[in-house]
């Protein structure tokens, strides 16, 4: 896991050497693994939506609607991320990977 949180650190840098609105915070206070979707919202008008389907699939879904972002998705995404570990603190801080 600390492997690739160092991998997506680095993306979070390059993109915001670049002057891009991008970053990364990590839900691992959750007592189980709850199976959640993971979300990304871009430009303030387009979702991206994707989950785990079995133990080989993953299923995603984009969505461009500043509408749909902002009725349906721009609460719970605040919520979550309000929540969220930024990644520069579980580099800190990591979390023992269960054995």
Same mark, same amino acid.
């Given at each position: 896991?600390? +492997?690739? #949180?160092?991998?997506? #650190?680095?993306?979070?840098? @390059?993109?915001?050497?670049?002057? $891009?609105?991008?970053?990364?915070?990590? #839900?691992?206070?959750?007592?189980?693994?709850?199976?959640?979707?993971?979300?990304?919202?871009?430009?303030?008008?387009?979702?991206?939506?994707?989950?785990?389907?079995?133990?080989? $699939?993953?299923?995603?879904?984009?969505? $461009?609607?500043?509408?749909?972002? @902002?009725?349906?998705?721009?609460?719970?995404?605040?919520?979550?991320?309000?929540?969220?570990?930024?990644?520069?603190?579980? #580099?800190? +801080?990591?979390?023992?990977?269960?054995?």
């Amino acid at each position: 896991m600390i +492997d690739h #949180l160092r991998q997506e #650190l680095a993306v979070v840098a @390059r993109a915001q050497a670049a002057k $891009r609105h991008y970053n990364i915070s990590v #839900l691992n206070d959750m007592p189980q693994d709850v199976g959640a979707i993971s979300m990304g919202i871009y430009d303030d008008d387009q979702v991206f939506i994707s989950y785990a389907s079995g133990r080989d $699939r993953m299923i995603g879904i984009s969505i $461009r609607s500043r509408d749909v972002v @902002r009725d349906c998705f721009e609460h719970y995404y605040d919520h979550l991320w309000a929540k969220a570990t930024p990644i520069r603190k579980c #580099l800190e +801080d990591p979390v023992p990977e269960p054995s």
